[in-house]
């Protein structure tokens, strides 16, 4: 008689039960109808997106499609011409770059911005010294110092340049000087980090430094991360999500394998017919 009040209970237990949503992923960042025009040009087309916390997104597209220009009217450098950003429900548009770096908007370049003459250390802590906002006084307190050089030396130790602090920036190897780079944004410490071609001019060797930091800091639920790249192994390994850009205007978004298929990437993109994405540029394409 117990036998089948047990199958009874066992059967009730093996039925599947109904997996409950999953919570949305807040947004962070976003812009509606976004232009840029420069002259007759126009550079940015009514872009229109929405960037989530715990998501890195790529923007891919090929030279001349805007992608560096979105970027630079993301985070302030560019002023738009017409339509808004809103860092969550803020409007920021009209926010200059400096004001954004301090609500939380990071921005690696594709060109070197740092401080040459002063040493790989210094550049770092100065970042630091920025983000605590203790000001650049000749008789600070040492345990500021001694503290903010702490923490420059482990985003030194994250970017694989720890060894050589002490050098002079102007010394340092192209690939060295984009990892001080993101040694700085990290320091930093942004809730939105924006990296445009950050392995450009990198070797083989040093690429995985970089990309192994992006991965670990995209498991950080917490940042949004925004990828501007090229090289499609790098945006195979990273991407939770692809926006195509074409002549200034968003003609592609969603998750990398949908979008890596799309007519759109390997015709506008990669200018190649669909289903040849992985074929050699002389394979009558």
């Known amino acids: 008689m117990i036998a089948p009040q047990f199958a009874t209970a066992h059967t009730a237990q093996a039925t ?33 997106a929405d960037f989530h916390a715990g998501e890195l997104t790529v923007i891919v597209g090929p030279n001349g499609a805007g992608k560096t220009t979105y970027f630079n009217l993301l985070s302030g450098q560019l002023m738009a011409s017409s339509g808004k950003i809103f860092l969550g429900e803020r409007d920021i548009t009209s926010t200059g770059a400096a004001p954004r770096t301090r609500m939380g908007i990071g921005r690696g370049f594709q060109l070197t911005n740092l401080f040459p003459h002063l040493s790989v250390l210094e550049n770092v802590r100065l970042a630091a010294q920025s983000k605590a906002r203790k000001g650049f006084h000749l008789f600070s307190i040492w345990s500021d110092h001694a503290e903010l050089i702490e923490r420059a030396e482990a985003y030194l130790q994250q970017v694989s340049l720890y060894q050589r ?14 990892k001080l780079e993101v040694a700085l944004m990290l320091a930093l410490e942004p809730d939105i980090l924006m ?14 430094v970089i990309i192994n930091l992006i991965q670990a800091i995209k498991q950080n639920q917490q940042k949004t991360v925004l990828l501007v790249e090229h090289k499609m192994d790098v945006v195979r390994s990273l991407a939770d999500r692809i926006i195509v850009l074409q002549d200034g205007a968003l003609v592609a978004d969603g998750d990398p394998s949908t979008v890596m298929a799309s007519d759109a990437v390997q015709q506008a993109y990669l200018g190649k017919r669909p289903n040849a994405i992985n074929t050699r540029e002389h394979d009558h394409v």
């Open 165 to 178: 602090r002490h050098e002079q920036t102007a010394i340092l190897s192209h690939g060295d000087k984009r």
């Open 16 to 48: 599947p039960s109904t997996p409950a949503p999953a919570t949305p992923k807040p947004i962070t960042l976003s812009s509606r109808d976004l232009t840029i025009r420069f002259g007759g040009h126009v550079a940015v087309n009514q872009v229109s």
């Open 195 to 208: 990296f445009d071609e950050p392995t450009a001019g990198m070797s083989v060797d040093e690429v995985p």
